[in-house]
Nanobody
Framework: VQLVESGGDSVQAGGSLRLSCAVS????????MGWFRQAPGKEREGVAC???????LISDSVKGRFTISRDNAKNILYLQMNNLKFEDTAMYYC??????????????????WGQGTQVTVSS
């Protein structure tokens, strides 16, 4: 299983980015997927997840600003990030779960992880 994130960049506060996660070697459409982030010196935290039916959970810290979506035909997971804030600065990771009927935003629930893509927001 391979997960490859892309789309990270340096932006000013208030800007937008769209992260992508290309998945291979995995029955992508039938499993839940998640986005997580980790800032220097902090624990990895959940951002959002999406199950195989497209139902989503969004962390309160990004609700109303971030949207998670998936393209099952292309095996790609997305994270649209709008109105970025300085505190959104972190390495962002996508992760693949072991079931698809629901998802939760918890690090231990996911089996496979990408290498991450860096998002830096300047104030």
């Amino acid at each position: 299983v391979q997960l490859v994130e892309s789309g990270g960049d340096s932006v000013q506060a208030g800007g937008s980015l769209r992260l992508s996660c290309a998945v291979s070697g995995y029955t992508y459409s039938t499993y839940s997927m998640g986005w997580f982030r980790q800032a220097p010196g902090k624990e990895r935290e959940g951002v959002a997840c999406i199950d195989s039916n497209g139902r989503t959970l969004i962390s309160d810290s990004v609700k109303g600003r971030f949207t998670i979506s998936r393209d099952n035909a292309k095996n790609i997971l997305y994270l649209q990030m709008n109105n970025l804030k300085f505190e959104d600065t972190a390495m962002y990771y996508c992760a693949a779960g072991s079931r698809g009927d629901y998802c939760i935003i918890a690090v231990g629930w996911y089996n496979y992880w990408g290498q991450g893509t860096q998002v830096t927001v300047s104030s």
